[in-house]
């Protein structure tokens, strides 16, 4: 795209944002109807399933640059998505929550935190993966990003069986939490969608066309991007871990926004854990497609943004525990100290990249 003037560059950046995010709604929408259908709600299919389609950009980007062999964006994108994409909360938490209170109040339940800790666990093995040796792999495959999807396997069987019942009172929801179960608001779409005549082979169709624009859209924004902003002289960290991890996760405020307008607090959380928690999983590919390990090749900036993606993490997790009451610009104090943890990362991630 090196021959494309700058207007254009930026007008394939925000078409396809915009494809992104309306393939996003369809996407979302499809996938909560296909699972009740199917009936695989909560299962562990339904839980794979809704991870890779809320992902699907970054799937996208990752293959992309896999085959181009700039695995930097990758890299960037999957763990800048995880930052940003958790910042996403702070957003339902200052639009989408009603009545009025912040939204790991409403939302609290164990199961969320033990969402949480996955997320931490996987970030943890890719900080781990980035100190082993280049040489350690065989058939295109890593230890690293091996351990990574066993690990996000293992951890969704153990949610899938919490999501079940804790050994805990109200069974692991906080006593005044959400009303109605989580997960409610897929059974409403279903509803709607039966109600508007959608059969189910229109439903997969919607969800085929939904995706495979996605995919397209996330090759067209990540080169139409790199190319445009290189130019304005941010560098391939900055904008693989910021803008374009901002577009790609358009889909996710939309749905979140969704659920909670629906007053399904839980399961907007448990979307941007779910999603965080698939996101290093992209790792094996990029490996398999690349034929290196991904991993052992990253800079102090994937590292540093790991990290901070572990924190935010964290500081939602405790905000789950300690259900704050009181409300600041319309958020919870946690959603108050993510945002400011976020701005002052990435001032220091700019300061690595330079």
């Known amino acids: 795209m090196g021959s494309l003037g700058s207007p254009v560059l930026l007008l394939l950046f925000v078409a396809s944002a915009a494809v992104i995010w309306y393939a996003g709604i369809k996407l979302s929408d499809t996938t909560d109807v296909l699972a009740e259908r199917l009936h695989l709600g909560s299962a562990l299919g339904g839980l794979i399933l809704l991870a890779v389609a809320t992902n699907l950009p970054e799937l996208a980007i990752t293959v992309s640059a896999a085959l181009a062999g700039q695995l930097d964006v990758a890299v960037g994108n999957i763990l800048g998505g995880i930052a940003i994409q958790t910042i996403v909360l702070a957003v339902l938490d200052a639009a989408g929550v009603r009545p009025r209170?912040?939204?790991?109040?409403?939302?609290?339940?164990?199961?969320?935190?033990?969402?949480?800790?996955?997320v931490v666990v996987v970030l943890a093995v890719v900080v781990m993966g980035t100190q082993l040796s280049p040489?350690?792999?065989?058939?295109?495959?890593?230890p690293a990003s091996v351990a990574i999807a066993v690990l996000w396997v293992i951890g969704l069987v153990l949610l899938n069986r919490a999501g079940r019942g804790l050994p805990w009172r109200e069974g692991g929801d906080a006593p005044d939490s959400q009303p109605e179960p989580r997960g409610h608001s897929r059974g409403k779409k279903e509803k709607a969608a039966t109600d508007q005549g959608v059969r189910t082979g229109r439903a997969g169709l919607i969800f085929g066309t939904a995706a495979l624009a996605t995919l397209v859209a996330g090759v067209v924004i990540e080169r139409s991007g790199e190319e445009f902003f290189a130019r304005q002289g941010l560098s391939g960290v900055l904008f693989g871990a910021t803008v374009l991890a901002a577009a790609t996760s358009l889909p996710e405020v939309s749905t979140g926004l969704t659920s909670t307008k629906l007053g399904d607090h839980q399961l907007a959380i448990s979307d941007i854990f779910g999603g965080n928690a698939f996101l290093p999983v992209l790792f094996l590919p990029a490996a398999i497609i690349s034929g290196r390990p991904v991993l052992p090749a990253a800079h102090d900036?994937?590292?540093?943004?790991?990290?901070?993606?572990?924190?935010?993490?964290?500081?939602?997790?405790?905000?789950?525990?300690?259900?704050?009451?009181?409300?600041?610009?319309?958020?919870?104090?946690?959603?108050?100290?993510?945002?400011?943890?976020?701005?002052?990362?990435i001032a220091g991630l700019a300061t690595i990249a330079t």
Do not use: K, N, W
């Open 101 to 118: 209170a912040p939204l790991t109040r409403v939302a609290a339940s164990l199961q969320l935190v033990l969402e949480g800790a996955l």
């Open 135 to 142: 040489g350690l792999h065989a058939a295109r495959l890593a």
């Open 301 to 345: 900036t994937d590292i540093y943004l790991t990290a901070l993606g572990i924190v935010l993490t964290v500081t939602y997790m405790a905000g789950l525990v300690f259900r704050p009451r009181r409300q600041y610009a319309r958020m919870g104090i946690d959603s108050v100290m993510a945002v400011v943890i976020y701005v002052v990362g």
